[in-house]
T-cell receptor
């Protein structure tokens, strides 16, 4: 089946630095990708919808200047956590929508665990 | 707004036991319903889905029936295995309304030999 990869899988950074997370669709083109955040023992919360070639759509309460999203190609979306702080520590998961089959299917990446010290 | 409620875990079962994970939803439209599974260290994978009332989704021995009258989509498996240990998420999506998934809180299943 289709695969979505994320890089890095785990990152530890100092407070105040910026961290970039990549999400790639490996064998299909994705005009739409989604970024989720998952807190321990909690569900996934949609942060934003990333659209290729246009601005991302952010969910209410998500700071767009804090979480920069770039969907520069049909197979790559990036999430940059700017000036990260300990409260940004979380598990970030992307997903990509594949329209190429008989049915539209949404595939999820393995996630990136961010720890801000 | 739309929401999904799942039974809290963890659910601990012995191998070959019967599994039920409850899921109920509230939605303003006519949602499609999904179960996703997240194995340790991996991303979410679609387990099964149902797109209209009375549909039954099934996969890998798991099944769930879309019950509109009770707004439920409970996940069941007749005989669990240790390899089924994972976190299970119930989700809904309203077609043509942004197509965004709304997830429940997740239920961790632990199956012991």
């Amino acid at each position: 089946g289709a695969v979505v990869s994320q890089h890095p899988s785990r990152v530890i950074c100092k407070s105040g630095t910026s961290v970039k997370i990549e999400c790639r669709s490996l064998d299909f083109q994705a005009t739409t990708m989604f970024w989720y955040r998952q807190f321990p023992k909690q569900s996934l919360m949609l942060m934003a919808t990333s659209n290729e070639g246009s601005k991302a759509t952010y969910e209410q309460g998500v700071e767009k200047d804090k979480f920069l999203i770039n969907h520069a190609s049909l197979t790559l979306s990036t999430l940059t956590v700017t000036s990260a702080h300990p409260e940004d520590s979380s598990f970030y998961i992307c997903s990509a929508r594949d329209y190429s089959g008989l049915q539209e299917t949404q595939y999820f990446g393995p996630g990136t665990r961010l720890l801000v010290l | 707004g739309d929401s999904v409620t799942q039974m809290e875990g963890p659910v601990t079962l012995s191998e070959e036991a019967f599994l039920t994970i409850n899921c109920t939803y509230t939605a303003t439209g006519y949602p499609s319903l999904f179960w996703y599974v997240q194995y340790p260290g991996e991303g979410l994978q679609l387990l099964l889905k149902a797109t209209k009332a009375d549909d039954k989704g099934s996969n890998k021995g798991f099944e769930a029936t879309y019950r509109k009258e009770t707004t439920s989509f409970h996940l069941e498996k007749g005989s669990v295995q240790v390899s089924d240990s994972a976190v299970y998420f119930c989700a809904l999506r309203i077609p043509n309304a942004g197509n965004m998934l709304t997830f429940g809180g997740g239920t961790r299943l632990m199956v012991k030999p």
